[in-house]
């Protein structure tokens, strides 16, 4: 039966247009390996340019994780780091307590529907930017946030200025 094949074939050529700029593709044998590529996303890292709101180190950071991602040619590795940085930025916001709209822009679903990775890369920074962009439109720097979020939550002991700082 071709049908499978020719399923496949398409899958592959579909795939191909992915990773390259062309908007046609045809299938050719791509050998296909089930070794997926292990790329941690180290979180520490992103949320220290986070708080100390260094955008620039920042999209470095997210271009150096898909950018290892995109050199292994397989858009399972390239989904996986997608999803470890959408999903930390998704941890970051609910922390803040911003969960009005937002969650709309959370959405680990977006991978498939994005066509290329120029767009995965923007998608990505898009989210980081619009999170530092809600915490910048705040008055208070992040350790005076924290000190708020403190006493919030132990408003009803009694907390002296040491345990604040």
Request: net charge neutral; hydrophobic share 35%.
């Amino acid at each position: 039966m071709m049908v499978p094949k020719m399923v496949e074939q398409a899958e592959t050529a579909c795939e191909e247009c992915f990773f390259t700029e062309k908007k046609i593709s045809y299938y050719s044998a791509i050998t296909k390996t089930n070794i997926i590529k292990e790329i941690n996303v180290q979180t520490d890292l992103v949320r220290k340019h986070v708080m100390d709101e260094n955008f620039k180190e920042l999209n470095k950071y997210i271009d150096l994780c898909l950018d290892e991602a995109f050199s292994t040619h397989d858009k399972r590795v390239i989904r996986k780091v997608f999803i470890d940085l959408i999903r930390y930025v998704k941890i970051m916001f609910h922390e803040n307590e911003h969960f009005e709209d937002a969650e709309l822009k959370f959405i680990y679903s977006y991978f498939d529907k994005i066509m290329d990775f120029a767009s995965i890369k923007k998608y990505v920074k898009n989210v980081y930017e619009f999170i530092t962009v809600r915490n910048n439109n705040e008055t208070y720097s992040y350790s005076i946030k924290k000190s708020i979020k403190y006493i919030k939550d132990n408003y009803n002991k009694k907390i002296t200025l040491e345990d604040v700082a």
